[in-house]
């Protein structure tokens, strides 16, 4: 055991006093701002307005189009088609809505036309669809002799009130709330099993190289080099996200000291008393949302999980390392690692939202290679504590019949040079 400690010390120290790992330690955060501020700002400009002409022989639609900043409507009803289409080939306008005059609103429908060099956005054209047809419609509630005031009054609109069986108050949007936080929990495992397992790799893979896994193989067990890489690694990355969390809350709490207040105070249009109110009623249902959301237990698991699943795909990340001998020609291994993975992410966002107590959310929650993922996904939705306890220990069991598979490979690959293995040279491996 003390061996297995002084390589996981050793792994630990040569992560953490790694160059590359301080700077992104304290760069990647800013990054991740600078990024989140330059979508915003980008959010926030405007496109240039295009310029849309009209050719309106009916005169009964034009004064449905009103430009705005997006799109400016010009009337050229009077000019000849034939030279607006000139128009449009040499771009002096965007595009062409041509309306004929016809006596008859159902041949009508079928003969306009949007004339353009490219193809308009889907969304511009159900624009221009929705006005056109709101005219049409009310031509024919007149032609109907139909009171259209009667029909707008007369239209009902529902809204449903939602309850628990229990008597309580359920909220709106509160799945996809809960889908949000369960999937950024999923994400952020899946993430870390990616980045600090391939870290795992391409410390194996540069010590085989540079054949200092011969003099450490000489002092201890292949199996203790690859747990102690294993623990080693996921410390250093364990830290990083505790110094991320801390730079996180530092920076919410500042921006929330120096914007938070001072913002409330600027509104002119706000009582002290009203901008009080607006705030309760924010707390009040923000309370209400985490109240349906079991944190606590969401923290935990995460822990457990994170903990399994790391070490699960380390240990085939060390024995791909220890088979060969650049990063190269570990492509052709990594594919089936990742594969499970990104299954895991694709059933937990469009099946666990659906249906979060469904046969395949349930299965794959429990099966090892996507439980982490799945799992928390669906934790927000009310799992039974007994199908957690099921997928952990089917997690960790797996775990250690992996562990000890891959040592298998790990002992005879570490000292194999200047072939490529194959998938029957690692079963091979497995057998001696």
Known sequence: ???????????????????????????????????????????????DQKTIAIHDESGLFIKEFKSDDEYKYVDFSLVDTKILKDSIVNESYEGLLVIPKVTNNDSLQKKIQYISNNSPNASFVEKIENKIAKVITAQNFK???????AYKNAEAKVEIGLAKASGEEALKGINEVKIVIGGAFGYLIMMFIVIYGNMVMRSVIEEKVSRIIEVIISSVKPFQLM?????????????????WAIIAFVLYFGATMIFGVPMNNKVPNLTAEQVAMANTFNLETLQLYLNEIPLVLMGVCFVFYFIGGYFLYSSFYASIGAAV???TDSQQFLLPIIMPLILGVYIGFFTVIN?????????FSMIPLTSPIVMMMRIPFGVPLWQIGVSLALLFATFLLVVWFAA?????????????????????????
């Open 1 to 47: 055991m003390s061996k297995l400690n002084l390589i996981i010390k050793r792994e630990f120290v040569a992560k953490v006093r790694n160059k590359s790992f301080i700077v992104m330690t304290f760069l990647s955060p800013l990054l991740f701002v600078g990024i989140a501020v330059f979508v915003g700002y980008l959010s926030t400009m405007k496109a």
């Open 143 to 149: 032609s109907a002799n139909l009171d259209t005031i």
């Open 227 to 243: 747990m102690g890489k294993i623990i080693g690694t996921s410390l250093a990355g364990v830290l990083q996200f505790l110094i």
């Open 325 to 327: 001998d650049n990063e």
């Open 355 to 363: 249906d979060p107590h469904g046969t395949v959310a349930t299965v």
């Open 408 to 432: 298998k490979i790990y002992r005879v690959g570490i000292l194999m040079y200047g072939k490529k293995p194959t998938w029957k040279e690692l079963y091979k491996w497995s057998k001696y």
